[in-house]
């Protein structure tokens, strides 16, 4: 039997040893987030780059369930309450038809979930944690959101590209266009035959006399009218529900015409009343943009969006202008496109 000294001795050599192999087995720390050389937005600001790069580290683990696109929406953001800093993540998760939230939504729920709403307009930037960083400024029914509930015109959409850990930092404000920026127009500079625009704007002027308006302020009630590249037009208004599952207009003038298998659509028009100019959510937006996007892989003009108040004046943009830096399958997976307008036999444009 080992006397007790030496049975002490051992004790400790096997422990020093165990601390020898456990340091051999450490893995090296992991590198700190640094700003990317080509960031659109450059800053010295040491403490905001550590909030982002807590963020990101956070939004690494954040759980999500894509299980349509498999697209995995990773973000998180850090806000400050009673002088500590709360990291608070969030991430996607789709559902049948196909539908999701999407991840800037759900981190900005949990935001005010957690704060409540005044925390949520102190929100300064929305992190990303992906394997690689686009120039998307979100799609259309995020920048409604984000613009409804933080202060938008400064918030910061950060992407951290995990390969080599770098921060790009970009402006929500980049996509954001506002209608009274659209450019003025009159009927002649539009492009369309002064007897296809004012059937597109009766059309839309007696929409708007329709659709459902139960929580829907009666100033905001607009009607919408498409017309395609066979002559035909299609016209819709907004409509809400007591669940505040709103139909939107634009969306739903398109979906009509692609029951009838109208895919190219030259022109849609929205009515309003009064002097103010009809607002174009961006959801809707979204839709036009990618609705658009099938004439022009096929060579065509994009689609002309026009508004037109209650006082007769008219302003014209396109979709593409209308929603900057788009989310669109049109820049991610433009084989879909080409897929599905040759599966419906939308192969050429209509003569």
Known sequence: MMPPGRRQLLGVGLAVAALAVGGCRRESPVPTWTLAVDSSIRTDDQALLGR???????????????????????????VTVDGSEEVVVGGNTEYPWPQAVHGEVSVMNHVIARFGAAAARQVQFIAFHSQSCGD??????????????TEYNALMLVCGRATDRTIHIRKLADGLVEEEHFADATPGAIGLPDADLERLLAAATDARAGGVSLFTPPEQQVGVAAL?????????????????HYRYPVGAVLQQAATEREYFVR??????????????????RQYGFETSSFATMRGMSPTTLILANGQGRLKSTTFEAALPHPFSVARFNPDAIERFLTRTGATTAPK
């Open 267 to 284: 022109a849609i028009a929205m009515v309003g009343t009064g002097p103010a100019w009809p607002r174009v959510t961006y959801r809707d």
């Open 136 to 149: 998307s400024r979100g799609c259309g029914d995020c920048r409604d959101y984000l613009k409804a509930t």
């Open 228 to 244: 395609t590249s066979t002559g035909r037009i299609y016209r819709a208004a907004g409509a809400d529900d007591a669940a505040f």
């Open 52 to 78: 982002i790069g807590k963020a990101l580290d956070a939004a690494a683990n954040a759980g999500t369930d894509p299980a349509i696109s498999q697209f995995h929406v990773r973000t998180a953001t850090v």
